[in-house]
């Protein structure tokens, strides 16, 4: 196995385990949880707004969903990825399986900065979604 391969699976048994410790901790000893796949984040700034690009290559804009929580300062991405039936892709065995799919849920705690959370714009492209969230007047 790759040096990279190793470190990626490492990040993903990372993931997984303080998904599972947050969830516990949520709500109680409960194991279960409909999360199933949290996807990457880039958060960065420019001079006008804030930026949340997340990977949801497969995701729907219909089974997409965009909360920002006033009260906890964050945005919250959630959705459902469906498995894509392609009828000259069918299977017979399976040697890899990589991909998620089903719902899936990520909160992203925003910075301590100005913003203007009633004018936020999403797009997607190229299997991501960007968000932009502008900074409020006072932060010029």
Known sequence: MARREVDEWFWQIGTELQRLSEEMLRSGPTLVSRKFWEPRLDVFEDETCLVVKAEIAGVRAEDLQLVYNADRNSLIIRGIRKEEDFPSARRTGCYQLEIFYGEFEREVTLPDLPL?????????????????????????
């Not at 203007?116 to 010029?140: M, T, V, Y």
């Open 116 to 140: 203007d959370p009633n004018d936020i714009k999403a797009q997607f492209r190229n299997g991501f979604l960007l968000i932009r969230i502008p900074k409020s007047e006072e932060s010029a």
